[in-house]
């Protein structure tokens, strides 16, 4: 008798690449001085939003790594072809215990990033991808026995100081879990790319 079939999973178009990269080098960054601002919808507050954080000196060797993060993002994960990119915007997050940030997508960006200042992994805020809804026709809502990456609607990955993750600009995120475990602080950003094509140029 023989075995039953067992197929070879091969993924068609996924949604979006999510990469994890962590900071060998993370250190404690005074944010002394810095004016937070409160967040519409959210239990958040950030930095200006007219401001690109990472030009403050405090965040130079940051910012060194998080350009190194990108370019290994474009490079080797999408393998775009363009002549340069540039981190164009970027800033402070904090939550405080009980803290919250709805789901929400970043415009004008082709890859944005979320680094951690502060978080602990165990009980700090996840944080949340979720599938957008293409359906514009009824549809067979099938249930299922155990999610998979086939049948999710969404993933979360843990907040963990030092690491920062690197996706999609346009993919919905946020945490609405409750923060747990003190504040939670993070530096998330923006990326646009130069000569993609003879449309427009940073």
């Not at 091969?10 to 005074?30: C, M, S």
């Not at 994960?77 to 803290?99: K, L, S, T």
């Not at 359906?135 to 086939?150: C, D, H, K, M, W």
């Amino acid at each position: 008798m023989s075995d039953k079939p067992k197929g070879e999973v091969r993924p068609i178009f996924p949604l979006g690449a999510v990469v994890r990269y962590r900071n060998p080098q993370h250190e404690e960054i005074d944010l002394e001085g810095l004016e937070f601002f409160p967040n519409s919808g959210s239990k958040t507050e950030s930095t200006a939003d007219r401001l690109n954080i990472l030009r403050e000196p405090r965040f130079r060797a940051l910012s060194t790594f998080l350009e190194e993060c990108v370019a290994d993002y474009l490079d080797n994960v999408y393998c775009y072809q363009y002549d340069r990119f540039e981190i164009v915007h970027a800033w402070v997050n904090r939550a405080p215990e009980g803290g919250f940030q709805r789901m929400h997508y970043h415009g004008n960006s082709v890859v944005s990033g979320v680094y951690y200042l502060k978080a602990d992994a165990k009980r700090s805020a996840p944080l949340i991808f979720e599938k957008p809804e293409f359906n514009s026709q009824p549809y067979l809502a099938i249930g299922v026995r155990e999610q998979t990456i086939f049948t999710a609607n969404r993933i979360a990955y843990p907040a963990t100081a030092g690491h920062a993750y690197l996706f999609p600009s346009q993919i919905r995120h946020g945490y609405e879990t409750p923060n747990q475990g003190g504040e939670r602080v993070s530096l998330a950003f923006n990326v646009l790319l130069s000569g993609v094509g003879s449309f427009y140029r940073l």
